[in-house]
């Protein structure tokens, strides 16, 4: 029996577990313009946090908590499980406190700690000038290129054709809907198609689609301090200042975040800028106790999708092709909640339906398309 036609368009985590998650039913091929994980997902710091992110939505942070874990230990793909500490001020406790209590209840590991007993757990930090923090026990991090790639060789294993240096050009549409897309190799015939392509995605949408997605800029920081950091070091996010950090098992330090509007990717640089560079610098050295300094390692920007509520796309274009669908808009998270695109992709296929609800995804809860919002940093959330 022949099989239904899907090409996969972006070898991001998300693209590769659409593939993954098609495999058993589908004939499906992956194609990448640059190489797995060369995209945003890349140059992303690889934290996995869902129930901070989607605590309100428990199902969906419950699938992707045992995604990420569901993989470690196969290939060369580890998952580094740390607890994070989202430090507040004072003016938060009250929000902290609550927010703590809900997700306890819905069954998480989340506590809101003190600033005493969070410094006597956590002894290298100095949170002196904070009340307190939302501690998560199911948090941790992981490398995402390594994470890519293996989600591509379990797709590979399990039948996905992946072919990278790709660079797909514009899409087939005949009768209404898509046949195939356009490379710079030749035509890719196909019976159904899925947009998981960055922050590229609306220039390959047909004709006057839009999506509300738009292209946004991060920064990150890998940091040497002397001396190196221990191995309690917890993943956190600092009140007000909208940067997250996580520790390496070297003892160093990535700082990251920030979110800032970039009209042209393309153009725009691959480097840190200066106030950000002078900013980490600042609030580093205040964080942890005992360092002075910290030597810059390597930095580098990164671009992704945004929405307008912060949320992805995943699904049907309203207006668009039947048989087209997308999988964009992570907002920064594809790494940690990418693989949410599988079953839901899966489920607009006519396969089983996805293990938690799907309509705060759907395309279409926005009503009017727009294409310009205002930017929401999940770095601040």
Known sequence: MTRDRVVVVGAGV???????????????????RAEVGGGATGVSAGLIAPTLFYGDLPAVARFANRAVRAVDGAGAFSFTERPRIDVVSRAEVAD?????????????????????????????????????????E???????????????????DGGVRVETGVRVSGLVVDGGSVAGVETDDGRHEADAIVLAAGWRTPELMPGDTA???????????????????????????????????????????????????????EAASRRPDEAFTDSVATIVPRLFDGVDGAGLVTGWAGFDAATPDARPLIGRIPGGPE?????????????????IAGPIVREHLGGSSAPFPTDPFAPDRFGDVATTFDLRSTSDV
Request: one cysteine or more.
């Open 14 to 32: 998300a693209g590769v577990a659409v593939a993954r998650a098609l495999a058993r039913s589908f004939d499906v091929t992956v194609l990448e």
């Open 96 to 136: 902290a406190r609550r927010r703590a209590r809900e997700l306890a209840d819905e069954g998480f590991p989340v506590a809101y700690l003190e600033r005493e007993a969070v410094e006597r757990r956590f002894g290298r930090l100095d949170l002196s000038r904070f009340a307190g923090a939302v501690c998560y």
């Open 138 to 156: 199911d948090t941790g991090w992981v490398d995402p290129y390594t994470y890519a790639v293996t989600l591509a060789e379990l797709a590979e």
């Open 211 to 265: 999506l509300p997605v738009r292209p946004y800029r991060t920064q990150c920081l890998v940091l040497e301090p002397d001396p190196p950091l221990d191995e309690d070091v917890p993943l956190g996010r600092v009140s007000g200042e909208g940067l997250y950090f996580r520790p390496e098992h070297s003892g160093r330090i990535l700082v990251g975040g920030g979110a800032h509007e970039c009209r042209n990717p």
């Open 323 to 339: 048989n087209l669908l997308v999988a964009t808009g992570f907002n920064g998270l594809g790494v940690m909640i990418g693989p």
